[in-house]
């Protein structure tokens, strides 16, 4: 919640746009809060989960579920309505915890481009997930998009073996 709302604050702070917010969505804890976070601050900002573990379906309702409990929890209840909830499954590939090739091109695409580090289980796919929306036009260059990176690079070090960092 605190995440959407300092967001926003520092967008009005420094005068900052966006059109988009993109981050991984897996527990649901983080997709939740951010929806709590900019609806109950009045913010009708689209929030794009990228699935890393369910089907589309289960997701959504899983963090739906868990925005309206946090919600009445920080004494904003009904500010998030059903539709306020997208989440797109299509890059978890074989399954949750197990690496895609598009993980694998984007988690070393911005470490060698831009040295950020990014999780091949949360990160790594939802990154994959905004750089396949970007290629296929889903996201034009006008568009500015916010990608919440929730950690995680410590995980990169188990994964250091099925990683092709030729």
């Known amino acids: 919640v605190g995440c959407g709302e300092e967001l ?21 804890g983080t997709h939740a809060g951010l929806a709590v ?10 929030i794009l989960g990228i699935g890393v573990n369910a089907a589309q379906d289960a997701q959504e309702e899983k963090v739906y579920n868990l925005a309206l409990e946090t919600a009445d929890l920080v004494g904003k209840p009904g500010c998030v309505a059903r539709e306020d909830i997208i989440a797109d499954c299509n890059y978890i590939g074989p399954g949750y915890g197990q690496p895609t090739d598009a993980m694998n091109e984007a988690v070393l695409l911005l470490a060698r481009t831009e040295g950020l580090l990014f999780d091949p289980v ?5 990154l994959a997930g905004m750089i396949d929306y970007v290629r296929k036009g889903r996201f034009d260059k006008s568009q500015r998009i916010v990608f919440l990176h929730t950690g995680g690079a410590a995980g990169l070090f188990a994964y250091a073996d099925i990683l092709d960092l030729a």
């Not at 976070?37 to 689209?46: A, I, V």
Request: proline share 3%.
């Open 8 to 28: 926003l604050r520092q967008c009005d702070e420094q005068d900052v746009r966006f059109d988009h917010i993109v981050t991984a969505t897996g527990s649901a």
């Open 37 to 46: 976070g900019l609806r109950g601050s009045g913010s009708h900002l689209p």
């Open 122 to 126: 949360y990160s790594g796919k939802a």
